[in-house]
């Protein structure tokens, strides 16, 4: 039974089913509530504010010590300005050696990259010394050393130039990258072009099929591999290049005498 409306208040619609037009049906209790876009931009204002109003704050906070660290300074006389003047030049000294040796100390360096031309590379210290280890790593791997025609093996050979790839990319990622002075290649590029012109093509092409022959004759000698003298032939030419990569980075590093460890090139 329905109960008649007190008097002197309006009487509210009767609703038995659904809801009015343009009535919206409240959400239940345990749904999660969303941010309308006004809720969200005034959030996100807010967030903006408070965020200003602290680097405000910290900014004013450091003004306040600085000033009261110049007026300190100000007040001192006698041997105590001189301390404070003498400690602040070795700061200001040691920061501006810093600097110095990052980019001071150039050298210009005239090279010949196989397969490319002769460019001039402008080094610093930072530079000679991953032209350095990239020298010691290229002339110290066997992949460097003459293979005569039937003596040694092509697969000690190819594992020696994997290691190469290997050791120069952690050199690189390892270092600093150079800052390239009047747009003069960098070190990084001539050990990246070894990689890229030498090194890679070898190994894509005769890998596999070296992989291929002694996994299908495992008991078989690598002389009897029919691809035994055409890898050993372009093994030939990348050792040469190679060794003129090992000169470029001896010639960056400032090595003075490379001839004894870099091989001669082949016939």
Known sequence: MLES????QPQRPLRLLGRLPGEHRPRDAGCTTQLTPTLEYSYLMKSMMNKRATQLAIAAIAGAIAGFFVY???????????????????????????????????????????????????VNNEARQVAWKLYVETVTRVSTQPLAHEDGFIREAMTSLYGLFATTRDVLKASRPSVPVSGDPTVEYLAVTMLNRELRPFLSKWHPLLREYEKSYPDDRESAWAGNADCRSELRVVQDHLAEFARGFARLAGVRDDQSAIPPAGP
């Open 5 to 8: 409306p007190r008097h002197g």
């Open 72 to 122: 300190t300074i100000s007040q001192v006389t006698g041997r105590n300005l001189y301390i404070i003047t003498g400690a602040m030049a070795a700061a200001v000294a040691v920061l501006l050696l810093q600097r110095y040796r990052l980019t001071a100390q150039l050298t210009e360096v005239t090279i010949t990259v196989p397969q490319v031309s002769e460019l001039k590379f402008v």
